[in-house]
């Protein structure tokens, strides 16, 4: 499925400040590997139903074992191997002589230093690789994880591991013991440690992801086998909200395009995002934000939600705005399935023209139902001359003021909003007493 980096920013996939990003969130690698794998597996979300089903399936197989998941692999522990591989150390005497062992420890300390520390981060890691395969290695896991397993297997299977297995967590090895696994790992170990370490990478990145699912209660979405756009959501909320609202939603080619209006504040951009994050979510195999999620396979998400201008190539907001909508009829207009996410279509330009910007896109994106659309705009008006499409849906945000003040429900109602509230808030933040004051 393709996503472009306009959407991947628009959705907050990866961001800048990362602690406001999905990545974040749904981040808990132990290690720097697992999180680069964790990061360009969010780059290649499937356009294939079997990718995606397998990527549930694994991700079921490990929630299943969380409790028992091993927890001797650490970053320190990956950190600590690599730095055994990357320095030059000393070669490594093959006999476990003693005088060989003492004169080693004795004119090369600082290397016997590092081989000591390394063999414990060693043990732990070969260990916890163990543990990984035989939890991965199920009849009913898919055909990588039971591959993973045999190759974890096979890449261990020499007499020094089995003897350095047998060694206790927090049992001290002898110097003897040090140098004779230090020549092991350092003479020929080196090619099966970075497959292996490969393999660790993608099963922590798929931690990840498991943990995330468990901690926010995400549900995996069902894909409907059809040819044409379909998307059904049961209470589906923002996954980076505290304290999210859950919104219901239902899109088809006989329904293929929401008219959504509102106040600002009132919720119309954190909706379109929690869809368009769903969507892609579902489309790595993840579980998403949503008590419940049926939907087609898509071959793609496209946004226009933070269009810039862009100061140095003497761009306007509103050309910017001009070139977006181009470039999505352009990629959209070849029959496949999009999901294509519009917020504050044509901001940048004074009222009239944006109504009559807006009315031209509107009425030519409409004809392509094999794309799902979902439109905000402050632009209400507009709807009397688009309601007669029968393909299009009409919802809104309600907003309330009590006692001179506003309130949100957040809520999705049938129909058109008329709230104009701007004035309301420059009063109600004191800024008309201020300039009147001037």
Not at 242 to 264: K, W
Not at 298 to 318: A, H, T
Request: hydrophobic share 40%; charged share 20%; glycine share 6%.
């Amino acid at each position: 499925m393709q996503l472009d980096k306009t959407t991947y920013n628009d959705l907050s996939v990866f961001s800048h400040e990362e602690e406001f990003s999905v990545f974040h969130k749904i981040n808990f690698t132990k290690t720097n590997g697992g999180r680069e794998w964790l990061r360009w597996l969010m780059t290649d979300p499937a356009g294939d139903i079997k990718k995606i089903l397998d990527t549930q399936k694994i991700l079921q197989l490990i929630i299943a074992h969380l409790d028992h998941w091993p927890a001797s692999i650490t970053n320190g522990t990956m950190t600590m191997i690599d730095r055994f591989y990357n320095s030059r150390i000393d070669p490594i005497p093959a006999s476990k002589d003693f005088l060989n062992t003492r004169l080693y420890k004795i004119f090369h300390s600082s290397d016997y230093g590092l081989i000591r520390f390394s063999i414990i981060h060693f043990r732990d890691f070969i260990s916890g690789l163990h543990q990984m395969a035989a939890i991965i290695d199920s009849p009913e896991a898919p055909a990588k994880l039971q591959l993973f397993a045999s190759r974890i297997r096979s890449l261990l299977q020499h007499s020094q591991l089995e003897v350095l297995l047998n060694k206790q967590p927090g049992e001290k090895f002898s110097i003897k013991e040090n140098l004779y696994f230090g020549h092991f790992f350092l003479a020929g170990f080196k090619t099966r440690y970075e497959e292996l370490a490969d393999i660790f990478y993608q099963l922590d990145a798929w931690y990840s992801m498991a943990v995330a699912i468990q901690k926010y209660e995400l549900t995996f979405p069902k894909f409907v086998e059809t040819d044409e756009p379909y998307i059904k959501a049961d209470k589906m909320f923002h996954i980076l909200l505290r304290e999210p609202v859950s919104y219901d939603i239902q899109l088809s080619p006989s329904s293929n395009f929401l008219f959504l209006t509102g106040a600002n504040m009132a919720g119309k951009s954190t909706f379109i995002k929690s869809l368009g994050i769903a969507v892609y979510l579902a489309h790595l195999g993840m579980g998403v934000p949503a008590r419940s999620l049926e939907l087609s396979l898509f071959d793609g998400v496209l946004s226009n939600i933070n269009v810039e201008d862009n100061i140095i190539r003497g761009e306007s907001y509103f050309f910017n705005e001009v070139q977006r909508i181009k470039n999505t009829i352009l990629t959209i207009n070849n029959g496949k399935k999009w999901l294509v996410l519009i917020d504050e279509l044509f901001k940048g330009t004074n009222v009239q023209d944006a109504m009559r910007c807006s009315l031209a896109v509107i009425n030519g994106l409409i004809r392509i139902r094999s794309t799902l659309f979902v439109l905000s705009t402050h632009l209400y008006e507009i709807g009397q001359d688009i309601n007669s499409h029968s393909n299009i849906s009409f919802k809104y945000f309600e907003t309330k003021i009590n006692n001179d003040q506003l309130e949100f429900t957040y809520q999705l109602k049938d129909g058109i909003s008329n709230d104009r509230l701007g004035y309301f808030i420059l009063k109600s933040e004191k800024v008309v007493d201020l300039l009147e004051k001037l």
